[in-house]
């Protein structure tokens, strides 16, 4: 996914006789890393509730003039985006931002660093002594800097790397494609085996408090390890585990290794068997990993044919460890798109953790509100 402010990079003439690229000094990496910090605070403030004081006088950024009008933009965006929100859920409290800086490099008058953003957005009713008061997602930016004529830094051009199948983190203004997941390895996947239609889309009305479900964590009859696959989301939903593979639409890989560390076994099969619905396992690549593993809409069926996973008539009833996918509104097409885990439950809230973008104990009211007229399909583990 490309940000707005990537489109000012169409603007800038390459040099003639560019200047060698090395790598960037410790002090402008510092530097250009406290700009990038300021830069995605002040984005994330437009999304809380205390927007109209933090931003009633803002600091002025290290911005480009053609930066600074496009965020201005933007930042008006995200301000009208949080407001129609709120009439439909109870918003962010307030934003702490943390910037990684990874590799930096400098030509001449030009500086890019990589970072990774790491945002928590608190929630407002949260009481002493609840266990989930944010939620945090990482997004990894290329941040494009100009050396003004004064010889200080300023921020061009910030482009992202999340692919946009998946909900968009709430400081970014693009939202989920109306594709299916079911091409995690960008390849021409066949059409799966007709299964026949789904079950109707689980209500997501709300209906208080859900009642508590029979099936106990880490319980023997099913012999699964419930808190094994809520742990395994929460410790690796930021950042995700380095000795597996990732895909450019990660969400449902992610969840086969959250529900594979609590206890699911692999169903393999050959080659010619990727594609059936009844097998799934992990290869060592991706054309010897099944379809079912990291493609929602396959997923969704291996969990069906199985037995693994039962649907339940209304999201609220979910429980940590449960796993909720969505065919996005405001069109849904009948393809499953995501795949999210429940990590979390408090005062009759649901808190979803996923990939694409790498978000934990994201609220469902707030992608309820966000994405009106999805269909939200629901899978007991």
């Excluded at 890393?33 to 605070?41: K, S, T, V």
């Excluded at 004081?53 to 002025?60: D, E, G, H, M, S």
């Excluded at 859900?210 to 023997?220: N, Q, V």
């Excluded at 929460?234 to 639409?249: D, E, S, V």
Aim: net charge neutral; proline share 8%.
């Amino acid at each position: 996914m490309t940000l707005a402010l990537a489109s000012l990079s169409l603007g800038i003439a390459a040099p003639a006789s560019q200047a060698a690229e090395t790598a960037l000094p410790t002090a402008d990496k510092s530097q250009l890393a406290q700009i990038a910090d300021a830069y995605l605070q002040r984005r994330a403030d437009a999304v809380t509730l205390s927007r109209t004081q933090t931003l009633r006088a803002p600091a002025p950024l290290a911005l480009t003039a053609q930066a600074a009008d496009v965020l201005g933009g933007e930042i008006t965006a995200l301000q009208a985006n949080a407001t129609k929100l709120e009439k439909r859920w109870s918003g962010f409290s307030r934003a702490e931002v943390t910037v990684i800086p990874g590799k930096g490099t400098v030509s001449g008058d030009t500086a890019t660093l990589a970072v990774e953003e790491e945002t928590r957005l608190y929630f407002p009713d949260t009481k002493p002594g609840d266990a989930i008061t944010h939620t945090s997602y990482l997004l990894p930016h290329t941040l494009t800097f100009k050396r003004a004529a004064g010889g200080a830094w300023k921020l061009a051009d910030d482009k992202t790397s999340v692919d946009s199948s998946g909900p968009a983190a709430p400081t970014q203004l693009e939202g989920p494609a109306t594709m299916s997941e079911a091409d995690p390895v960008d390849e021409i996947l066949p059409a799966p085996v007709d299964e026949g239609p789904k079950p109707p889309p689980s209500s997501d009305e709300p209906g208080g408090d859900a009642p508590l479900r029979e099936k106990t964590l880490d319980g023997p009859l099913a012999g699964y390890n419930y808190t094994a696959m809520v742990n395994y989301a929460k410790k690796y939903g930021l950042r995700g585990n380095t000795g597996l593979r990732t895909y450019g639409q990660d969400c449902t890989n992610f969840i086969s290794q959250a529900v594979y560390a609590g206890g699911w076994t692999q169903k393999p099969g050959s080659m010619s068997e990727r594609g059936d619905t009844r097998k799934w396992w992990y290869g060592n690549y991706t054309y010897t990993t099944s379809y079912s593993w990291a493609g929602a809409e396959n997923w969704y069926w291996f969990g069906r044919n199985s037995g693994r996973t039962k649907h339940v008539p209304s999201v609220w009833d979910l429980f940590p460890s449960d796993v909720l996918q969505a065919d996005w509104g405001p069109n849904p097409n009948g393809n499953i798109n995501h795949t999210m885990m429940v990590t979390g439950r408090q005062g009759g809230m649901l808190y979803l953790t996923y990939h694409t973008p790498n978000s934990v104990d994201v609220p469902l009211s707030y992608l309820r509100a966000k994405y009106p007229n999805t269909w939200w399909y629901t899978h007991r583990t």
